[in-house]
């Protein structure tokens, strides 16, 4: 069978440790380029007005700024901790190397330059298509840069898991199959009664005893994350 | 739904994380989905081009228009390709009446409306839903996700016309001398009729191009929004990963649990199987029962509340002052039981039957075992014989076993093999038929010769020769130098044993380093080869 499909790109570090990098597609680059659009317009004009005052040096002024804003400042953004533009961060984006690590200043300046080729022959064509055509949306700049645009926010949440008597699984659980029945006892709540049940009776091996099924996962999970037996 | 089928790793996603799946899942099939949409665009697009030949922004327009008709053919392509089962071209075409006939004609009216387009079409083609039901659901799934699916529409329509400026642009880059003149044209037609001057054949082609390259993706898009919406509301990700568990665990398990099967079936909810037998089913009533649509998506599976709000409703239905939570737990309870009872009374699980037959009265109850005497003598031989055998197998897979594990922890148990010293070591000849009477005095002679690493290697051989051949030295065929120098701490005393560590790191450095030392060091491991071996040993 193949591999199920997925946006998540799979990076293996010196570590041994696998990291996956969720890599962002077209629509929400597109957005946060807009956002980052936007915020450069407003810029742009509250300096132009700034500037109009100033006769020529103040024209040397916005042109140098302006370019300054187009092409280097976002490389800055992406280049810092974050690794975003404020665009980016609005869309929970960030860009990093190919193997994941931070963004430094050399890719960002070579990603932001390479826009211009992005954006040929006009409003960034050149970018979307090569976006489209390649597992991890990588616009020219990318390739150039080796660099992904990916989802910053690793998705780890606090674990809500409605407390009960802590029971231990009658079979040892694979960590995967830990992490299912923790996932169930958290989101059983959210389903609804009858659902939750339906998919508890789903495993029969773990369901041992006359209580419901529901309660029973709930009861293992709060063994796997360790809540004290009393 | 086959859910082991899917062909997407199930998670939930956030939003624009669910469109760019989509968008992963339009590159995956592109093949099958662009062959469809080709097959049903072209020929609509040609005939509306060639009609409005005149005013191609009409024909346009109407292409434009009829966008879910071809949206409708993508949709089936993705729905059935995510649980691996993707069609064939003529497939989807033969299934025409089945794509279309879900209320095409309404949909072609409403979309003006929709904003969450591609987002809400799986609602009504793939799970069939008409009228107030369809609302509902629509309702529910675009609870978390409408605003996505909304973004994506106006994205994608950005998108659309990013193709048309792009191709634009991209001629422009092309034409050398572009005359941009505009005149005042004396116009005397009405204002409407002027409108659509700006758009010509030319803009006609780039717009069709830009739709053939963009609906696809914004099809899939919308559809992986839905799916994602269900996999949150439904948890199928949590039903695929316990059904993987149950899988998993069952076959060391099927009896144990067919056990507790039969303990709950009888003893002590017994009452709870009680309940009277047109008990309201928990799970609510499929509302397309009876509409066109693919059992796929149909939601068999108990409808799911919405996410926090309907549970109260749920909760707040119960009688007050009762367990809730408890109460609901006996109905779903009594449902499966009853179904349990239901499917265990099938014959394949066996039945009862009465059986009547003659009983000696005076015989006692142990007369059970005696059949086996009554089988002929031939057969308890056979059985004598088979117990032996099975002694003996298990007494040599003990011995087997015990061996093995000797040899495993005593690493170098003697083998055969190793027993007889070996001739040869590191491609060296070590026997001592190969070394010369006097090794270090023909080490000196090689050394006067300038051959200085045949000298080295000369005394290398000796020493390994003397090791093996008359110390006793067990080495292996795979060892290196320095499990050489390991092996023989055990059996050299300390002035021997660092003449043998200067020897091999000399021959080491030659050998693999390509390091020749100097000629006085050789010599110097010349003098001292007694340390190693004494001169009445060796000669």
């Known amino acids: 069978m193949l ?13 041994g440790v696998e990291l996956n990098l969720r890599v962002a597609g077209p629509v929400p680059r597109a957005l946060a380029w807009l956002i980052d659009f936007g915020w450069r317009l407003a810029a742009l004009l509250v300096l132009a007005f700034a500037t109009s005052v100033m006769g020529e040096v103040g024209t040397a002024v916005f042109l140098l700024t302006w370019f300054a804003l187009e092409w280097l400042v976002p490389a800055v953004f992406e280049s810092r901790t974050r690794g975003a533009t404020p665009g980016k961060r609005a869309l929970g984006l960030m860009v990093v190397r190919d193997d994941g690590a931070p963004c430094t200043l050399g890719p960002a300046l070579t990603r932001n330059l390479l826009r211009f080729a992005d954006f040929l022959p006009l409003f960034y064509f050149g970018g979307l298509v090569a976006m489209l055509s390649n597992r991890q949306f990588k616009r ?14 690793p998705a780890t949440v606090a674990r809500h898991i409605p407390p009960l008597e802590p029971k231990r699984p009658p079979i040892s659980l694979k960590p995967d199959e830990a992490r299912t029945v923790l996932d169930f006892a958290e989101r059983a709540a959210a ?10 009776l789903i495993a029969t091996p773990l369901l041992r005893d006359h209580d419901p099924p529901t309660q029973q996962l709930t009861q293992y999970a709060n063994y796997l994350v360790g809540h004290a037996a009393d | 739904m086959e859910l082991e089928k899917i062909a997407l790793a199930l998670r939930p996603r956030q939003g624009w994380e669910a469109v760019d799946l989509g968008f992963r899942m339009a ?8 062959a469809v ?8 697009a040609g005939v509306l081009t060639l009609a409005f030949y005149e005013q191609p922004m009409i024909a346009a327009m109407l292409v434009w228009w009829l966008k879910p008709l071809y949206d409708r053919y993508l949709l089936h392509v993705l729905s059935r390709a995510v649980f691996g089962a993707t069609p064939s071209l003529r497939d989807t075409l033969g299934a025409s009446r089945q794509i279309l006939g879900s209320a095409l004609i309404v949909s072609l009216f409403t979309r003006f409306i929709d904003i969450s387009r591609s987002f809400n079409l799986p609602v009504t083609q793939l799970e069939g839903q008409r009228g107030a039901p369809a609302r509902a659901r629509r309702r529910l799934l675009g609870l978390r996700a409408g605003a996505f699916a909304a973004g994506l529409t106006i994205v994608c329509i950005h998108f659309e016309w990013v193709v048309m400026y792009g191709l634009h642009g991209l001629s422009m880059l092309f034409e050398s001398d572009v005359q941009w003149t505009s005149e005042v044209v004396d116009d005397a037609r009405p204002w409407w009729e002027s409108l659509g001057d700006w758009w010509g054949l030319t803009e006609t082609l780039y717009y069709f191009i830009a739709i053939s390259l963009i609906e696809p993706f914004y099809v899939a898009g919308g559809f992986a929004l839905y799916l994602n919406r269900r996999v949150m509301l439904e948890a199928w990700d949590i039903e695929l990963a316990l059904k993987r568990l149950a899988t998993r665990h069952s076959t ?18 017994q009452a709870l199987a009680d309940e009277p037998p047109d008990a309201e089913p928990i799970a609510q009533a499929d509302p397309s029962e009876a509409a066109p649509g693919d059992t796929r998506f149909r939601t068999d599976a108990t409808i799911p509340a919405e996410d926090s709000e309907a549970t109260e409703t749920t909760v707040q239905e119960c009688a007050e002052g009762e367990d809730c939570a408890d109460q609901i737990y006996q109905s779903v309870d009594t449902e499966i039981r009853r179904e349990a009872h239901r499917i265990l009374s099938e014959p394949a699980f066996g039945s009862e039957r009465e059986v009547t037959r003659w009983k000696r009265i005076d015989a006692d109850d142990d007369d059970d075992r005696e059949p086996v005497e009554d089988a002929p003598a031939i057969f308890g031989a056979i059985a004598e014989l088979l117990r032996v055998i099975a002694y003996l197998a298990i007494a040599a897979i003990v011995v087997a076993i015990i061996y093995a594990l000797l040899r495993f922890w005593l690493g170098a148990a003697p083998s055969p093999v190793a027993s007889a010293p070996p001739a040869m070591l590191f491609g060296l000849a070590i026997n001592p038929e190969s070394l010369p009477e006097d090794v270090p005095a023909a080490a000196r002679a090689l050394l006067a010769a300038g051959q200085r690493r045949e000298a080295l290697s000369l005394l290398y051989r000796g020493a390994l020769s003397n090791l093996v051949h008359t110390r006793g030295m067990r080495i292996g065929r795979g060892a290196t130098e320095g499990d050489v120098l390991r092996l023989a701490q055990s059996i050299l005393g300390a002035k021997p044993l660092n003449y043998l560590r200067a020897l091999i790191n000399t021959w080491s450095e030659t050998a693999y380093a390509a390091r020749l030392p100097e000629i006085e060091r050789i010599d110097a491991l010349c003098s001292d080869y007694g340390l190693l071996v004494p001169a009445e040993v060796s000669a």
Not at chain 1, 145 to 150: D, H
Not at chain 1, 191 to 200: D, V
Not at chain 2, 27 to 34: E, H, S
């Open chain 2, 252 to 269: 060391m398990l099927t009896l144990f649990f067919a056990l507790t099967v039969a303990v709950c079936m009888t003893a002590p909810h």
């Open chain 1, 3 to 15: 591999t199920p499909l997925d946006t998540a790109h799979r990076v293996a570090t010196p570590e």
């Open chain 1, 191 to 200: 389903l609804g009664p009858a659902r939750a049940t339906e998919l508890a």
């Open chain 2, 37 to 44: 949409w080709f097959t049903v665009f072209l020929p609509v």
């Open chain 1, 140 to 153: 020219l700049g990318d390739f150039v840069a080796g660099t992904l645009v990916v989802y910053a926010d």
């Open chain 2, 27 to 34: 590159m995956r099939w592109a093949r099958p989905l662009w």
